[in-house]
Structures are given as structure tokens and as C-alpha cells.
């Protein structure tokens, strides 16, 4: 005859109340649309993000200044991470729910519909272009390791470090866990193979997916930390081009 379960087992998830499921879109919609009006207002209205040797992640790379343009310099990249963090499959979940709220939690009830067409008319479509923009977003995130390592060397003094030598490693490090431990790379790695161990024992193309999937089990926390640091990087930046502050020497 099977025991009682005490309630001294009962585990602490069960016991804590469950927050109302509209706390998480409210908190998305805030936080990311805070964060896209920043970004707007950044590209639109500043021309320039370049502190000595520290560059904001907005601004690079600089491909405005090869060809000698001057104008929204920003518009010319910003839009490449926009897009891969815009079709991004962690953030097409929040912002579903944040800014359609469609639908606003798992046990919400979906706004009704005649059709139901997915991503496959415009303008959602555009979320299919992300496996592409993730190449676009490598590119990107090689001339940010640029930007992180020359944010160390300063003229007439050598290596040093500094707080903003700092912010900008830390970002480009997160950027660098968001950007690997996508689903599109986790798909381009193993994911479109039908068989791993078709030769009778796992291939090395099974042992790197394997590892991205532990990567891509924290993708959404990779997704907002990044944001959090490109946001700081680039604030950073903006604030010693103002004269606001000072960028302190640690040593």
C-alpha cells in the first residue's frame, strides 16, 4: 500500500505562488522598448561614437568612414544586429507576448483568428532572414573583438587598463554567448543531419551540437545580458564623449 507523501516533501515550486502570467510580458515590453528607443535615438540623432581608442558597439565597424559618408554613420551597421536580435527565436517569443500580446502567456487565451498564417506572409517573414543575419552578425562580432583589444593599447602610454577596457571585453564576451548558442548555429553545426552515429559511432559534427545545445540552454540569458552591455558599452562611451565622466585608470 503506497504511503502518504509528508508534507514536509513537498517541493519549494510547489509551495511558491505563481506570479500572474502578464508580470513577464509587462516587464519585456518596458525593458526592450526602453532599450529600442534608446538605440533609435543614438542612431538617428549622434553621429559619432568614438572615445580615443574606445569605440561604441553601435558605431562599428565604422563602414561610413571608408567610403568618406558622414551622415547617421550608425545607420550603416546597427541595422545588421537589430535584425539578427530582432528575428532572434528567444526574442520573437518576448515580444510576441510584450508588444502583441499574442499570446500574452502559455495559459492566456489567443486573440481569435479566421487564418492563421505564421511567418509566412509579410511582415513576419522577415524573421526567416535570421539564419542569414546570423553571418552578418559574425562579421560584426569579429570587429567588436577588434574594438575589445585596441580598447586596452593607449597612444603614448601602451597596454593599460581602465574601466572602459573592461566594458567593452565583457560585452563583446556576451555578445560572443548569445551569438553561439543561437538555434540557427545549433542548426547549421548538427541539427539539419538526419543521422549522428549512421557509421556506428558519434560523429564529431554530434559532439559540437551537443555542446551548443548546453550553450543554447541559456540563450535567453545570454539574449539579455548581452543586451544589458551593449546598452552600458555604448552609454559608457556616450557619457565621456559628453564629459560627464571620467574614464579611471585600474592599472
Not at 58 to 80: E, K, N, Q
Not at 82 to 108: I, N, Q, S, V
Not at 112 to 135: Q, V
Request: glycine share 6%.
Amino acid at each position: 500500500m503506497a504511503q502518504p507523501v509528508s508534507s514536509g516533501t513537498t517541493r519549494p515550486a510547489a509551495r511558491r505562488k505563481k506570479m500572474p502570467y502578464w508580470v513577464e510580458p509587462l516587464t519585456t515590453l518596458v525593458v526592450l522598448g526602453t532599450w529600442l528607443l534608446y538605440s533609435l535615438w543614438e542612431v538617428l540623432f549622434h553621429n559619432t561614437g568614438t572615445y580615443h581608442n574606445y569605440i561604441s558597439p553601435y558605431f562599428s565597424p565604422g563602414i561610413a568612414g571608408w567610403f568618406g559618408w558622414h551622415i547617421l554613420t550608425a545607420l550603416y551597421v546597427a541595422w545588421v544586429p537589430f535584425l539578427f536580435r530582432f528575428t532572434c527565436y528567444y526574442y520573437r517569443k518576448e515580444y510576441y507576448r510584450g508588444f502583441f500580446w499574442d499570446p500574452p502567456g502559455c495559459a492566456a487565451a489567443d486573440a481569435p483568428r479566421k487564418r492563421y498564417s505564421g511567418e509566412t506572409k509579410w511582415p513576419l517573414k522577415i524573421n526567416n532572414l535570421h539564419r542569414y543575419a546570423w553571418f552578418l552578425a559574425l562579421i560584426v562580432l569579429l570587429f567588436l573583438w577588434k574594438d575589445a583589444v585596441e580598447a586596452f593599447i593607449f597612444p603614448h602610454h601602451g597596454f593599460e587598463v581602465r574601466v572602459g577596457s573592461l566594458i567593452l571585453l565583457v560585452n563583446v564576451v556576451l555578445l560572443t554567448f548569445y551569438t553561439f548558442s543561437c538555434h540557427a548555429f545549433r542548426h547549421m553545426v548538427g541539427g539539419r543531419r538526419d543521422c549522428f552515429s549512421c557509421g556506428g559511432k558519434p560523429s564529431q559534427s554530434y559532439r559540437f551540437w551537443s555542446r551548443v545545445s548546453r550553450w543554447n540552454a541559456f540563450h535567453g540569458a545570454w539574449a539579455w545580458a548581452s543586451l544589458f552591455s551593449v546598452w552600458a558599452a555604448d552609454l559608457y562611451v556616450r557619457l565621456l564623449l559628453m564629459g560627464v565622466i571620467h574614464d579611471a585608470r585600474l592599472f
